[in-house]
């Protein structure tokens, strides 16, 4: 999930920097830069790890920054297919659901990766939100008036990554659209032990009395 990335960046210290030792303005700049961003195939940059080397330190004519050449590792989040993670819930309406860790948000359960079957319940007088029902067992228990596989957010949700994608930059964006992602993750639920993590307990204390 998480990744230590060795990166070498030309960096140029803003003159109002200049008086903080080298070291310390150059990592102050570097989390101004590369925290909370997405680098394409690399991840999201959670934190700068540490400097391995400061070459250079020139001013150009006219400029009053210095210009440094720096190697650096930075602590990048970006999982793996087939991992599994723990999350929660943040949206839920009739295209699925969208789960965060906290510290990232665009993590999307598509219909088809729900439990098989699966049936939405609007909640009434909102838009397009709700919950999501997986109708285990016979007929009878599954339409009972209090589901007992229902996706509410009431516990953490445990997925598994089905995909990790970095879309393009879209030149023009819709006007109702969702906010640009530049790294969406899908996953899945669809499988034994994945789902709210309240699903599984009760068949866990099962086998442990077996």
């Not at 303005?25 to 940059?45: H, M, N, P, Q, R």
């Not at 709700?130 to 007929?139: E, K, L, P, T």
Request: net charge negative; hydrophobic share 40%; glycine share 6%.
């Amino acid at each position: 999930m998480f990744y230590l990335s060795l990166i070498e960046h030309t960096l140029r210290l803003p003159p109002h920097i200049l008086h903080l030792p080298v070291d310390e303005a150059i990592k102050s700049e570097l989390e101004t830069l590369f925290l909370d961003k997405v680098i394409a195939k690399l991840g999201l940059c959670i934190s700068v790890y540490d400097i391995r080397s400061i070459k250079g330190g020139f001013i150009f004519p006219g400029d009053g920054a210095s210009t440094y050449t720096v190697e650096f590792r930075l602590i990048v989040f970006r999982p793996f297919i087939g991992e599994i993670i723990v999350a929660k819930l943040k949206e839920s309406d009739a295209s699925g659901l969208r789960l965060s860790l906290g510290f990232f948000d665009d993590i999307y359960i598509p219909v088809h990766l729900l439990p098989t079957p699966s049936r939405f319940e609007a909640i009434p007088n909102t838009r397009n939100q709700g919950r999501w029902i997986w109708d285990f067992g016979d007929a009878e228990e599954a339409q009972s008036e209090e589901p007992r596989f229902v996706i509410d957010g009431s516990d953490p949700i445990k997925f598994r990554v089905d995909s990790v994608i970095y879309p393009s930059i879209p030149l023009e964006q819709p006007e109702n659209s969702k906010p640009f992602a530049p790294m969406v993750i899908t996953g899945t639920i669809n499988y034994d032990g994945l789902g709210p993590v309240s699903w599984w307990e009760e068949a866990e204390m099962i086998q442990e009395d077996e």
